[in-house]
């Protein structure tokens, strides 16, 4: 496609509860990042993938967040026992190099952990 | 600890003023982007600088790099309604990722 597809645009959690998060890249792009955003300000970095590889994970929290990159399917982002500090805007963005390139962003997911 | 620090957090001015904001770095830079972000959108690029002491102009919009590759400035002109939005510095990352500052949020009054 020609934009960054998120989906779902809401999703809301009760405490505990498993989410589930989609992001389809833009055709042709190499390369798939995840960010949380808390409170419309900060991004935090969680993930990026060059294709369906890990490229760098080191803003995943390990124990509960875990994200994969699979051929022919949407990218997606899960969170097993959601907690209400999870609640956020997570953001996806795909690009055709990882430097010095645009990064295209998608709408963003509003998870909200009640 | 944030690899870019963003100043200020929150600026709010009225229509037609000038402003600033900045990024900066203790890390060197190969470049530098900004975005902004609108309510409800993700955030879209305005510029890339590449250069040490690079200064790119986008309408009323002046993007400078520093000559050490270390920081970063948005000056607006005559700002305007329009220009209210999250603006975000974003670099190279220790793991060589793209890493995002915590941004400026702007609001021009009218």
């Known amino acids: 496609g020609e934009e960054v597809a998120q989906t779902p645009k809401h999703l809301v959690r009760g405490e505990g509860q498993k989410a589930k998060l989609y992001c389809a890249p833009i055709?042709?792009?190499?390369?798939v990042f995840w960010y949380q955003q808390v409170l419309k300000n900060e991004f935090k970095f969680l993930i990026s993938?060059?294709?369906?590889?890990?490229?760098?994970e080191t803003g995943m929290p390990k124990e509960r967040f875990s994200a994969k990159c699979l051929p022919n399917s949407p990218c997606s982002l899960e969170i097993q026992a959601t907690k209400l500090e999870d609640s956020a805007v997570y953001f996806c963005a795909s690009s055709q190099g990882r430097l010095n390139t645009e990064a295209f962003f998608g709408q963003g997911t509003r998870l909200t952990v009640v | 600890t944030q690899l870019l620090e963003q100043s200020p957090q929150f600026l709010s001015i009225q229509e037609g003023e000038n402003l600033t904001v900045y990024c900066n770095s203790s890390s060197v830079f190969s470049s530098l982007q900004w975005y902004r972000q609108e309510p409800g959108e993700g955030p879209v690029l305005l510029v890339t600088?590449?250069?040490?002491?690079e200064v790119k102009k986008l309408k009323r919009l002046t993007f400078q790099f520093g000559d050490a590759r270390k920081d970063s400035s948005l000056h607006i002109t005559a700002a305007q309604p329009g220009d209210t939005g999250l603006y975000l510095c974003a670099g190279e990352g220790n793991n060589n990722d793209m890493r995002f500052g915590a941004g400026t949020r702007l609001t021009v009054k009218p």
């Open positions: 600088v590449v250069t040490g002491g």
């Open positions: 993938f060059q294709n369906e590889n890990v490229f760098d």
């Open positions: 055709k042709g792009h190499s390369y």
